[in-house]
């Protein structure tokens, strides 16, 4: 656990962090052991390890509200939320109190050899978050390569991917943090499916710019 001007961080695993302020945040959650339920919960796309149904069951209540990439609501069908609600890229909600905006999250050149296209195309409208709690903004960039669109959002903490395969490798993302300028960085998306700690220790000893936070998975 992590804790930043009163905010508490867990990773939960994978792509998947508890984030409590005063309400308590869950994204993507997958492979969840922890027995809590969320208040609200972020969904980055519709792939099985980011919208897990079974552990939708297991960490929402009806008086949890969801927010995901707009691919996701249609498989959201058969779960008794408080509200669902679709989000774009570039789209910015409150809810509960929260502000949150859609960032982009795809591919540049990782390619499904089944397909012949990206794991995560750009026209899916696949997302990442940015999220304003208690005022501080952590972004949670999903499943992305290194992209554009990222560059010098400056949040407080930057949640990102380091495995490679369907996301980036260390050396990229520590090339993404460059651009978007975080005060702390966590790295995410390994020891799950694919990837291990050495991604996050070698992504690590990349990072000069600042402070890095290996969490272990609760």
């Not at 930057?158 to 966590?186: C, D, F, H, R, W």
Request: proline share 5%.
């Amino acid at each position: 656990m992590f804790e930043y001007k009163g905010i508490k961080i867990r990773w939960l695993g994978h792509d998947s962090f508890s984030i409590v302020g005063n309400i308590k945040i869950m994204t993507d959650p997958y492979k969840i052991t922890r027995q809590e339920k969320a208040d609200l919960i972020l969904i980055s796309h519709n792939h099985f390890d980011h919208l897990s149904v079974d552990d939708l069951k297991n960490v929402s209540t009806e008086e949890t509200t969801i927010v995901a990439a707009n691919e996701c609501i249609d498989m959201l069908k058969g779960f008794v939320f408080k509200e669902k609600i679709g989000i774009s890229p570039g789209e910015e909600k409150t809810v509960l109190g929260i502000k949150i905006k859609a960032t982009r999250a795809y591919n540049v050149d990782k390619i499904n050899p089944e397909t012949k296209k990206p794991f995560h195309p750009k026209e899916d409208n696949k997302i990442g978050f940015l999220i304003e709690l208690n005022g501080t903004t952590i972004y949670h960039t999903g499943d992305t390569d290194l992209i554009p669109e990222m560059s010098d959002l400056k949040p407080d903490i930057a949640l990102v991917p380091v495995s490679g395969t369907y996301v980036m490798t260390p050396n990229e993302a520590a090339k993404a943090v460059e651009q978007i300028k975080p005060k702390i960085v966590i790295p995410m998306h390994f020891g799950t499916i694919v990837g291990s700690e050495k991604d996050a220790q070698d992504f690590k000893q990349l990072i000069k710019s600042c402070e890095v936070q290996i969490l272990t998975k609760e």
